[in-house]
């Protein structure tokens, strides 16, 4: 009778620590996924709030690109043109993606992948040397800018497809 007991003894101690053992490793579950969620919340938060923030750069700069088109380029300082051209006064390689950014946000049509590449050119020729498809390395970024929810990809009448800066309110 004493060994019946024993095993009993043993199967229920035996139990409780599984139990509790289980248990706990719900609680570790749960609160990383509480965790992951919070983090994810968090991070399409703040995504909305670049994508914000980014068309509300965007139209600043065309304000401010508009105003300098209309009146001359002197109303702008020095200061204000390289935060509106994002060129730096020392001639600097800034960013591909800035470069296509700033193509995009300068131009009052919807622009070919094509186009974006001859402003490319046209601004700054050395990064043909950069890049060893530049039409490739452009559409990707377009696409990307798109995703980003800065740029919207629209069809042209021939049937090409084109992108165009977004802005506020559009």
């Given at each position: 009778m004493s060994e019946v007991?024993?095993?009993?003894?043993?199967?229920?101690?035996?139990?409780?620590?599984?139990?509790?053992?289980?248990?706990?490793?719900?609680?570790r579950e749960d609160h990383v996924q509480q965790v992951l969620k919070q983090a994810n919340d968090e991070l399409r938060s703040l995504l909305r709030q670049r994508a914000e923030l980014v068309?509300?750069?965007?139209?600043?700069?065309?304000?401010?690109?508009?105003?300098?088109?209309?009146?001359?380029?002197?109303?702008?300082?020095?200061?204000?043109?390289?935060?509106?051209?994002?060129?730096?006064?020392?001639?600097a390689h800034r960013g591909f993606t800035r470069m296509c950014r700033v193509v995009l946000m300068e131009s009052k049509f919807p622009l070919s992948a094509?186009?974006?590449?001859?402003?490319?050119?046209?601004?700054?020729?050395?990064?043909?040397?950069?890049h060893k498809d530049l039409m490739a390395s452009v559409t990707t970024v377009l696409n990307r800018l798109t995703q980003y929810g800065e740029a919207k990809a629209v069809t042209l009448p021939t049937g090409r497809r084109a992108w165009q800066w977004v802005s506020e309110g559009s």
């Open positions: 007991i024993q095993t009993e003894a043993v199967a229920s101690d035996v139990h409780a620590t599984y139990g509790f053992t289980r248990t706990m490793e719900h609680q068309k509300r750069i965007g139209t600043i700069k065309q304000t401010i690109s508009g105003l300098a088109n209309l009146f001359g380029p002197d109303v702008l300082s020095a200061d204000v043109l390289e935060l509106v051209t994002e060129r730096g006064s020392k001639g094509r186009d974006v590449c001859d402003q490319i050119r046209d601004r700054d020729p050395d990064v043909t040397a950069r």
